[in-house]
């Protein structure tokens, strides 16, 4: 039986499924117990780890918003367009620097690297509580984004190296669900200046948990609590799942990464999906605008990201289960794209406009995403890399860009070109998920695999009734084979 992965699924009638396949993996009765095992002791050094650092990265960034509202911007005097100097001051090298630091990832030992980027941070982090002026935020927060460039497209590579495609899109939810906490008035320092201490004391605690929890790379792990039949095993069951994770730099990187489709959609869906988040977002401008209390815009746009949060589950277990990469990113964003055109309109009831931030939310662009780009970029584990890093950078491009001149923050809180340009680009969004899907489906009934060596064309065996065939590499026989879903 073949899934929307373009593989075999292990777990198939004749196998009695515990309640376990049914939560987590669905090919969990399928798996050893040793495999279980290798599993369970993955999932406690990376998942910990990049939670936290995630949890951490949000909030920094979330963070800067809340403290502008919850009284920096009185304090600092920023009553023109420094908030979005602060934030244009961390984007600019978190988009340069993300590709250059996702290919030294391949290279230093993540579980040396990212600690030593997250120390750097948490320096940067706490110092921002104790800024003066609009200029040393500034300078923090350019600092800030040169350390932060790293960390996100570098995590994502490293689970995409462990898991196979019936564990990835759960885990890459669990590490994109993000918590927000507010301390106000504590030991006579505002609440703004609090947001930034507390992050950096969490953002110093997940660095030492990284130098422990990060196993570096199946093939490169010299992880203490593997044994060496663990490690091995960590490497043949990706094999088996039809990944390659072969570091491999030569001349024909250029075109492997640019010679094909991967690159010209995966980049523009990303940078189009997930800066789209910015829309449904700023519902705090909106409630500042209207008179709520300044616990009402740090607690209410909360709601915000816990729909994102059930979204993130929700998707990510679906994925997973029904090896159904396209849908989750199809439907979600039609629903967001629905209602960011609601906000674009702008002139309807208050209770709908408030209502459609919420509703907006739904989407779940950075696991589903980048659990799509792992399932299609399998075999070359650079141009996998590169292409995250690029996806990132494309974002933050356009969160740059959006600082200027579609969120300025004298347009709030209607914001009309930002909420225009987001809807118009959603539906645009809509059609490159379709052309991948087409692609994608087009270069599994061809046997195309895209792979560190070249792309290699496959033979097709003799489809019974029309189903799915055999497919063997013409230069590698004995090679397993795969099922694929015409």
């Known amino acids: 039986m073949s899934d929307s992965d373009g593989r075999t699924s292990e777990t198939s009638a004749t196998v009695k499924r515990s309640w376990v396949s049914y939560v987590w993996d669905k090919d969990y009765d399928a798996k050893s117990p040793a495999e279980r095992n290798l599993v369970t002791k993955i999932d406690l050094g990376i998942l910990i780890y990049a939670c936290i650092g995630y949890l951490v990265k949000t909030l920094d960034q979330a963070n800067i918003n809340n403290a502008y509202l919850s009284g920096m911007k009185e304090e600092l005097g920023m009553y023109g367009n420094?908030?979005?100097n602060a934030v244009l001051a961390f984007n600019v090298p978190y988009?340069?620097?993300?590709?250059?630091?996702?290919?030294?990832?391949?290279?230093?030992?993540?579980?040396?690297?990212?600690?030593?980027?997250?120390?750097?941070?948490?320096?940067c982090t706490i110092a921002k509580g104790f800024v003066h002026s609009p200029t040393q935020l500034y300078i923090l927060s350019g600092i800030l984004g040169a350390f932060e460039a790293g960390y996100f497209p570098a995590v994502t590579y490293i689970i995409s190296s462990w898991y196979t495609k019936t564990e990835f899109s759960k885990r890459m939810t669990l590490f994109a669900t993000a918590v927000y906490s507010n301390l106000n008035g504590s030991n006579g320092l505002a609440g703004w200046r609090w947001l930034f201490i507390v992050d950096g004391l969490i953002s110093f605690v997940s660095a030492i948990i990284g130098f422990f929890l990060i196993p570096d790379f199946p093939e490169t792990t010299k992880w203490r609590y593997f044994t060496?039949?663990?490690?091995?095993?960590?490497?043949?069951?990706?094999?088996?799942?039809?990944?390659?994770?072969?570091?491999?730099?030569?001349?024909?990187?250029?075109?492997?990464?640019?010679?094909?489709?991967?690159?010209?959609?995966?980049?523009?869906?990303?940078?189009?999906?997930?800066?789209?988040?910015?829309?449904?977002?700023?519902?705090?401008?909106?409630?500042?605008?209207?008179?709520?209390?300044?616990?009402?815009?740090?607690?209410?746009?909360?709601?915000?990201?816990?729909?994102?949060?059930?979204?993130?589950?929700?998707?990510?277990?679906?994925?997973?289960?029904?090896?159904?990469?396209?849908?989750v990113v199809f439907f979600p964003m039609a629903v967001s794209a629905v209602f960011v055109t609601l906000l674009a309109v702008w002139d309807i009831p208050f209770s709908l406009?408030?209502?459609?931030?919420?509703?907006?939310?739904?989407?779940?662009?950075?696991?589903?995403?980048?659990?799509y780009l792992t399932a299609v970029i399998d075999s070359d584990a650079v141009e996998r890399t590169l292409v995250i890093a690029a996806m990132n950078s494309a974002s933050y491009t356009i969160f740059i860009i959006g600082q200027i001149w579609l969120w300025p923050q004298t347009a709030s809180p209607r914001f009309p070109v930002g909420n225009r340009y987001t809807a118009v680009t959603l539906w645009v969004g809509l059609l490159v998920t379709v052309a991948i899907k087409i692609l994608w489906e087009r270069d599994l009934r061809r046997g195309v695999v895209h792979s560190a060596e070249g792309t290699i064309v496959k033979k097709k065996a003799d489809q019974e009734g029309g189903g799915g065939g055999v497919v063997v590499a013409e230069d590698e026989p004995e090679k397993k084979k795969e099922d694929v879903k015409a």
């Not at 030593?116 to 320096?123: A, D, F, P, R, S």
């Not at 408030?354 to 659990?371: D, E, Q, R």
């Open 82 to 84: 420094e908030l979005n």
């Open 95 to 123: 988009c340069i620097l993300a590709i250059p630091s996702n290919i030294l990832i391949t290279k230093i030992r993540p579980s040396l690297y990212l600690p030593l980027l997250e120390l750097g941070w948490t320096i």
């Open 228 to 327: 060496a039949d663990e490690i091995q095993l960590a490497s043949s069951r990706l094999k088996k799942d039809g990944r390659d994770n072969k570091v491999v730099y030569n001349w024909d990187l250029v075109k492997r990464v640019f010679g094909r489709w991967h690159f010209y959609l995966f980049v523009p869906l990303y940078a189009i999906y997930n800066s789209a988040s910015t829309a449904w977002t700023n519902f705090s401008f909106l409630l500042k605008a209207n008179g709520y209390q300044v616990w009402q815009i740090n607690v209410y746009p909360t709601g915000v990201y816990a729909v994102m949060a059930v979204s993130y589950l929700a998707l990510g277990w679906y994925a997973d289960a029904r090896g159904d990469r396209f849908s």
């Open 353 to 371: 406009k408030f209502a459609s931030y919420y509703l907006a939310g739904v989407s779940a662009p950075i696991a589903t995403t980048m659990a």
